[in-house]
């Protein structure tokens, strides 16, 4: 009876111990929300962000390059892709699709390989929604959930990250109104066209 009692608090404690560091993990995720009317068609964005899943390089002015991998050919929930941030290609994100819901034109990314990027994997995603306004203007909205590693960085990162993703909403604009890749190289004078057209 005594081994029962000992092995029950022992039990007990062990999962004490994990539900607090559950608990904790949590508390260090971040999280913000980027939203921006685009003066474009809910299915001109979506087919951007949601359709050409693939092909995110286009539209994305820090993403040198980007395919499809694990076998998949299309969008779709499971759908996996990888992310080149450099022309050799030694530094890269692979994301994969879930709960992809055309009909409300959502879908959450989620990062399985960070390789050199200092996020945990398991916190880190994104959840794309497209809402359409009127024929011709939609608001896109981005939330992100994201742990660093380590976790005191994430408070730092946020900043930069919102500033990522303000720049890719504005490429996506910039891709649909012009056909258009946005790169590195040229997102500086991108971004001073979307400044002059705003001023209008």
Same mark, same amino acid.
């Given at each position: 009876?005594?081994?029962?009692?000992?092995?029950?608090?022992?039990?007990?404690?062990?999962?004490?111990?994990?539900?607090?560091?559950n608990t904790a993990a949590q508390k260090k =995720?971040?999280?913000?929300?980027?939203?921006? +009317?685009? /003066?474009?068609?809910?299915?001109?964005?979506?087919? &951007? *962000?949601?359709? #050409?899943?693939?092909?995110?390089?286009?539209?994305?002015?820090?993403?040198?390059?980007?395919?499809?991998?694990?076998?998949?050919?299309?969008a779709g929930e499971g759908a996996e892709r990888?992310?080149?941030?450099?022309?050799?290609?030694?530094?890269?994100?692979?994301?994969?699709?879930?709960?992809?819901?055309?009909?409300?034109?959502?879908?959450?990314?989620? =990062?399985?390989?960070?390789?050199?990027?200092? +996020?945990? /994997?398991?916190?880190?995603?994104?959840?794309?929604? &497209? *809402?359409?306004? #009127?024929?011709?203007?939609?608001?896109?909205?981005?939330?992100?959930?994201?742990?660093?590693?380590?976790?005191?960085?994430?408070?730092?990162?946020?900043?930069?990250?919102?500033?990522?993703?303000?720049?890719?909403?504005?490429?996506?604009?910039?891709?649909?109104?012009?056909?258009?890749?946005?790169?590195?190289?040229?997102?500086?004078?991108?971004k001073r066209q979307y400044k002059a057209r705003?001023?209008?």
């Amino acid at each position: 009876m005594f081994k029962n009692q000992k092995l029950s608090i022992i039990m007990a404690l062990f999962f004490v111990v994990v539900a607090a560091n559950n608990t904790a993990a949590q508390k260090k =995720v971040q999280t913000f929300t980027i939203s921006k +009317v685009i /003066p474009h068609s809910a299915e001109k964005v979506w087919h &951007v *962000v949601g359709v #050409d899943y693939g092909a995110v390089a286009n539209s994305h002015p820090k993403i040198m390059a980007s395919d499809y991998v694990a076998g998949s050919l299309k969008a779709g929930e499971g759908a996996e892709r990888v992310c080149y941030f450099n022309e050799k290609k030694t530094r890269l994100l692979k994301e994969r699709m879930v709960s992809y819901n055309p009909n409300e034109m959502t879908f959450i990314n989620q =990062v399985f390989h960070a390789d050199k990027f200092p +996020v945990d /994997p398991e916190y880190t995603r994104g959840t794309y929604k &497209v *809402v359409p306004i #009127d024929n011709n203007s939609c608001k896109f909205e981005f939330k992100m959930e994201y742990r660093t590693k380590p976790a005191f960085m994430g408070a730092f990162a946020k900043g930069k990250f919102k500033r990522l993703i303000k720049d890719y909403a504005i490429s996506i604009e910039h891709h649909i109104l012009t056909g258009e890749n946005v790169t590195k190289e040229n997102f500086r004078d991108v971004k001073r066209q979307y400044k002059a057209r705003t001023k209008k």
